[in-house]
């Protein structure tokens, strides 16, 4: 067996996977603005970071896609007038 052949491949198919990843991370985060999604609402991407840099520093972090009270007030008015 050619051992250098199989590292070649080896190489060349780690290669291809993270590129592939990067992609799949660059279109994600493009469907998401045109959505018009934070990146502190995205549940995958938040976790990925609690991952990354643990729970005790993310805890100083206060999340974005928390509503403060008073928009949840604001949804809850829009809500009965719409209704």
Do not use: H
């Not at 643990?54 to 829009?78: F, T, V, W, Y």
């Amino acid at each position: 067996m050619n051992e250098t052949y199989y590292l070649t491949i080896l190489r060349f198919v780690l290669l291809y996977r993270e590129c592939m990843n990067e992609y799949g991370w660059i279109k994600r985060r493009e469907t998401l603005n045109r959505a018009k999604i934070t990146e502190e609402m995205d549940e995958i991407l938040w976790s990925l970071k609690v991952k990354e840099l643990g729970e005790e520093a993310l805890k100083k972090i206060e999340p974005l896609a928390e509503p403060s009270e008073e928009a949840k007030e604001e949804n809850k008015q829009d809500g009965t007038a719409q209704q």
